[in-house]
Each structure stands twice: as C-alpha cells, then as structure tokens.
C-alpha cells in the first residue's frame, strides 16, 4: 500500500475534532431520533423476552431427548423462545410491506398514522406482559393470548422500523450514526434504569415488560416532532415513484446477519441464561459504541469494509471465544452483542445512505433487508435447537467454531466485486457533505447513482475542480494510460463526452441539492 494510500485512510486532525464536535452537535440539534430510536428498541427487547412457549408437534419429529432437553418430560412438545413468535411475525409482516408497497405505492403519511402504529405496540406489550405474568390459562387461552401478542409486536416492530428509517433515510448517513450510537447508549441507559435496581430477577422481567408499555407513544411523539421539521409530502414520497431494484447484498448481509444472532439466542435460551445475558447486552452495546466512535474519530472506512472487513469479523471473534472458552461463555457473548450491535449501526447507515443518496423508498429500504434479518434469526435458531438437541453445554462450543468460520467465509464472498449496482462500497459511512451541496459532496452522491468505483470518483472530483490530465496524474501518481482509462469510464457511466459537460451535469445536481437543503431547512 502506498504512503498516500494509508494517509487517506487516517482523518487528519480537523477531520477528528469535526467528528468529535459533530456528534455533539447532533444530540443537541436532533436528539429526538435518538431518544424514539431508544425507545423503540427498549420496547422489542421487552417484548421479545419471557417464559418458554410449549408447542405441540405430532409424534417421532422430535429426538428423543428433546422433550427432556426442554424439560417437558414429554416427546409431543418442544420448548421455543419468547421471541420465536414477534420475530416470525415481522418476518411476515416485512414481507407483506414489501409486496404491498411494489404493487401500490402507497405510503400512509396521515397525522394519526404514528398514533395508530403506538397504539398497536401499546396493545402487543399489554398482552405480552398479561401472557407473561399468568401462565395458569388453559393451553387454548394461553396460546391465543402468544399469539395475538406475537402478531401485534411483530406489526408494530415492521411498522416502526419503516418509519425510523425513513427519518435516517432524511438527514443521511453521517447524521444516521450518529444518532444510532446516541440511540443505543440511551436505550441501553433505560433499559439498565429498569432492570438493575431490582437485581436482575424475574422482578427485573416484569418491570422492563411493564414499561414496556409506555414505551411506544413516547417514541411516536418523540419521532413526530421531528417530522414536523420535514416537508410533508416529500417526506413521505421520496423515492415513492423510483424504480424499485432488489438489493440483493443487503439483503444476504442481513440475512447472515439474522442467522448468526438467531445462533446466539438460541444458545442462550437452551442454556437457560436469556434473560441473565442482559447486562452483557448492555455491556457490548456500550463497548460497540466506543469502539464506532473512535473508527470514525480515526479511520476512513467505506461501507465496504466496515461492514465485511471490520464487523463481520468482529462477531466471528466473539464465537471463537465462545468456543474457546465454553466455561466463560460471557466473554464471547459480550464481544458478540459488540459486534452485532456495531454491524446493526453500520446497516442503519447503510439504509440511509440508499434512501439519501440513491432515492430509494425508505419502505423498500426497510422491509426486504428486515424480512431477510428476522427470518435469518428464525432460521439460526431452529438450526441450533436441531443441531444441539439434548446436549447444549457439550455441542455448543463446536457450533461457535462453526459459524466463525462461516462469518469469515460469508466476509470474503459478500465483499468481493461491487456491492449492488448503485456502488454503495465505495461510499464513506461518515460522509454528510450532501446537505450542504458541497462539491465533493455532490461528486460522490451522482457516482454512488453511477456505480463509479472509488479511483474513478478521485478522478472525477478533480475534473470536476477544472484539472487537467497532466495534473491529475500528479496528483494521484498515476500514469497518463491510468488517467485515461478512468477518464473514459466516467464519461462512459455519467453518459458525456467532454469536461465540459461533465463539469455542467455537476453543477446542475449541486444546485439541485442546494434546494433540497432549502427546502428543509424552510420546513
């Protein structure tokens, strides 16, 4: 790697106070995202967590220890996570966005479209709590009660999660991680203000799925008045009248994403320690944030790296420590809380970066990377309950093993040749100059549209700056023939024939984006 290539990969020292300084300004200008984000996530954690559900399967399905490995005593039942039920109904309900969405269009974007969504999460986390609390209803009752709150949560969740990445999705990818680390430590704040005082019992339980209960319209009201700042109806239509193209790498990176976590929870439900893994879920969501700030604070990293380069093999650390050191298994779950929530972040900012720069439907942006999230974890955890049968404690170290080598094999495949057409590899996740309409802002926003490759960018932003061929060669040490190449390739995906012309298409999308930012900044 040569010495310009490793300079570039450092901030310099005004790039680090202005990230340093920019998170701060961002709790102060737009903490209400946070704070919604917050809620919203404290809200699924309490409704995805209680008592194992007994499900009933016909005779000889199930090996014969199972039934005793779920302390049934029997072979016609099979013991599932509380959270089996939500995450297949927002599967499901994800699905149902998506489809509905490519075939009408249509976006609810009425004032009493948030209200109804809290009421539907109010509801889901009223009747997981009743559920949760009286388990002595006949097995018909209890089930329809699981139920109707599993198809509720899962509602609400997909719902919800539409319309907080339609705001990220607003005010971009720089201002989408911010926001996200602020989201995390105040979830992460609430829900330890809920659940250590009492010292983490079946107490602990209660209460964090009793506040649970207010959680949604403090979100809806949170989130509201942020809208509010927004112009309505471009708000809600962005991106509502675009083609629709399937993004297929982020959809496989959610979906191996999914399977991982759904390893994670199932080992931990077979384990008995579900709900005992909440302090190392605060601890690594914690860790996950320091450690994001601080890649920011120093390092420039495009997506492509942070997401298959850092994050991926960040989670597959923590199943190598867990099955390295089965007897200290809370090591390598912290590091894997760290490391999912640190790939969570990147992902939001991925939308976001689809939605902001590309003008994608944050409905669409949503739904099929969730889909494929949600039915990942359905799919990794029934895989484990398989896999591990009546033997958890002895097998679950060799499927750590397992999935690590998966995680690292998923990494190499997923972050070779371009990510989706559009290019978003190359884009920089920190990267927030397209509110101002700046021009390297703007060179980056059409090349993203372009699927121009990182070199090619440079060259453009310097033809772009009136350089000649001369000058760029210098400024890159590149050769004429170089220069050439990734000249011609400009021209070729931005369909122009001269710098000239290229300079005209630039100014043109600048000052398109200058009112944009007008626009909001009017409200």
Same mark, same amino acid.
């Given at each position: ?8 990969l ?5 790039e ?9 300004r ?32 016909p ?8 039934? #005793? $490995?779920?302390? /049934?005593?029997? +072979?016609?039942?099979? =013991?599932? !996570?509380?959270? *089996?039920?939500? &995450? %297949?109904?927002? @599967? ?32 889901? #986390? $009223?009747?997981? /709590?009743?559920? +949760?609390?009286?388990? =002595?209803? !006949?097995?018909? *009752?209890?089930? &329809? %009660?699981?139920? @109707? ?6 509602i ?31 979830g ?32 809806a ?116 809380f ?62 750590a ?56 960018t ?48 630039i ?17």
């Open positions: 790697m040569s010495n310009e290539h490793v300079r570039n450092f901030n310099a020292a005004e680090r106070r202005s990230v340093a300084f920019g998170v701060g961002s709790a102060a200008g737009r903490g209400c995202i946070a704070l919604s984000f917050a809620c919203y996530t404290a809200w699924m954690m309490a409704c995805c967590l209680g008592p194992a559900v007994a499900v009933p399967v005779p000889g399905c199930l090996p014969l220890d199972a039934g #005793a $490995a779920a302390g /049934l005593g029997s +072979a016609a039942a099979v =013991s599932v !996570p509380a959270w *089996a039920g939500p &995450v %297949l109904a927002m @599967a499901v309900s994800s699905v149902v966005i998506a489809a509905r969405f490519r075939r009408t269009r249509r976006v609810p974007s009425g004032s009493s479209q948030l209200v109804a969504l809290a009421s539907i999460m109010t509801l889901a #986390a $009223a009747l997981h /709590l009743t559920w +949760a609390l009286d388990r =002595s209803l !006949p097995e018909v *009752a209890d089930a &329809v %009660l699981y139920g @109707a709150a599993s198809a509720l949560t899962g609400g969740a997909a719902l919800f999660r539409v319309e907080i990445d339609r705001a990220f999705g607003w005010v971009g990818t720089q201002q989408t991680l911010y926001q996200g680390m602020l989201g995390v430590v105040a992460t704040g609430l829900v330890a203000c809920l659940v250590f005082p009492t010292g983490g019992g079946a107490e602990s339980l209660v209460i964090l799925q009793a506040g649970a209960v207010a959680l949604p319209f403090a979100a009201a949170l989130l509201r008045r942020v809208v509010r700042g927004f112009p309505r109806r471009r708000y809600y239509r962005y991106g509502a009248d675009m083609p629709l193209p399937f993004p297929a790498k982020f959809v496989a990176t959610s979906a191996v994403q999914g399977v991982a976590a759904g390893v994670l929870h199932a080992i931990l439900f077979l384990l008995g320690a579900s709900f005992a893994a909440v302090p190392a879920l605060v601890i690594g969501q914690l860790i996950a944030v320091g450690l994001l700030f601080a890649t920011l604070v120093f390092v420039r990293l495009d997506f492509n790296r942070f997401i298959y380069k850092v994050a991926f093999p960040f989670a597959a650390v923590g199943f190598l420590l867990l099955a390295a050191a089965p007897q200290v298994p809370w090591a390598g779950v912290t590091v894997l760290a490391g999912f929530c640190y790939l969570d972040l990147v992902l939001w900012s991925l939308g976001a970066c689809l939605m902001k720069n590309m003008g994608l439907p944050a409905t669409w942006v949503a739904s099929c990377p969730g889909a494929a999230l949600f039915f990942g974890v359905l799919a990794g955890g029934a895989v484990t309950c398989v896999a591990l049968g009546g033997h958890p404690r002895e097998d679950a170290a060799m499927l093993g397992f999935v690590a080598c998966l995680l690292f094999a998923c990494a190499l495949f997923l972050s070779s040749g371009s990510n989706l057409k559009h290019g978003w590899g190359t884009v920089l996740p920190g990267e927030g100059g397209l509110e101002a309409g700046d021009l390297e802002g703007v060179v980056r926003f059409m090349a993203t549209e372009r699927a121009v490759t990182q070199r090619e440079e060259v453009m932003l310097l033809l772009a700056q009136g350089k000649s061929r001369r000058a760029i060669c210098e400024a890159l040490t590149v050769s004429p023939d170089t220069v050439k190449t990734h000249v011609r390739a400009v021209y070729r995906k931005l369909d122009v024939h001269s710098q000239q012309e290229l300079v005209d298409r100014v043109a999308e600048r000052e398109r984006l200058v009112d944009d930012a007008e626009e909001v900044a009017l409200g």
